[in-house]
């Protein structure tokens, strides 16, 4: 497995692969888990080749947020991508991604689905994903990139993003990875006590609780949601945002729309975890 440290090494060693099969490309800030693992199997499936990039994206972060307390563990992350075979690792640094700074540099903004949702509260968070993700799109130049379901808004905002610029690549969604108990793999599960551990999955429990109402023919999208963060809130998590909206345009669910999403976001002892569950075209 090569191991470019720099945008000039990435070259060097894209030049090797180069004209030998397909690509896919998994863009990661580490800490890697059986989520982003199970990115690199399905990249395996479509492409000859895995590329995967650890980058803890200053970009994205606010200034409260949790940038610094972020998890790096790049050995052990190169031990695993090594075992699935991954061809080559992309290791760049903040100076080498954002050679003018990180005020200075050009921005790549999605209008509208970013105003929305965790865009709300997290001011700057997605300009800073597009920023990078586009710039690793141009580096990489892969055939296909993967993205995790769970960060749906994320993955919708990186789709209208490559549509809107015209990116010659093919994003693919990957389904979310839960523990057995339905709590969705997350790099910040590990800043959970084992008493938050235990009440997480109450997330995803109440989602599929408004998946089954929704099946059984309720559509009070408002009272379903509300009634969620109610329940969590009981629970003891802080809820941010419970939302039923549409994943074509993230606009609130209307009663006959089909492609929607229930998007929950609520913070465990000061940690935020978000969920999602797609709901079936009934
Ligand atoms: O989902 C993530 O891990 C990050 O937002 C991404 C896509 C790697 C960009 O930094």
Do not use: W
Request: proline share 5%; glycine share 8%; net charge negative.
């Amino acid at each position: 497995m090569e191991i470019a440290k720099n945008s000039h090494e990435l070259r060097q060693c894209l030049a090797g692969l180069s004209g030998d099969g397909t690509v896919a490309f998994v863009p990661t800030m580490g800490n890697l888990h059986e989520g982003h693992l199970s990115l690199v199997r399905r990249g395996f499936a479509m492409a000859k080749h895995v590329i995967v990039s650890i980058f803890v994206n200053p970009l994205q972060f606010s200034p409260t947020e949790d940038l610094d307390a972020y998890p790096r563990t790049l050995e052990q992350d190169l031990e695993q991508l090594a075992g699935e075979g991954v061809a080559l690792v992309f290791t760049p640094s903040v100076e080498d991604l954002y050679p003018s700074g990180l005020q200075a540099h050009t921005k790549v903004t999605v209008p509208g689905l970013t105003d929305v949702l965790c865009g709300r509260q997290r001011a700057g968070h997605f300009d800073g994903v597009t920023t990078v993700v586009c710039k690793l799109l141009n580096l990489v130049s892969a055939d296909i990139a993967l993205f995790g379901e769970k960060d749906l808004q994320q993955l919708l905002v990186i789709r209208k993003m490559v549509a809107d610029l015209g990116i010659p690549v093919q994003i693919e969604a990957v389904p979310t990875q839960r523990n057995a108990n339905g709590l969705a793999l997350s790099s910040r599960n590990g800043y959970l006590t084992p008493e938050a551990l235990d009440l997480a999955p109450a997330l995803y429990r109440n989602l599929m609780a408004v998946g089954d109402a929704v099946r059984d023919g309720a559509r009070d999208y408002a009272g379903l949601c509300n009634a969620v963060t109610q329940r969590l809130n009981a629970l003891g998590f802080v809820s941010e945002y419970c939302e039923a909206r549409r994943c074509s345009d993230l606009l609130p669910a209307l009663e006959d729309d089909t492609d929607i999403a229930i998007f929950c976001a609520a913070s465990l002892e000061g940690t935020r975890l978000i969920d999602n569950i797609v709901i079936p075209h009934y």
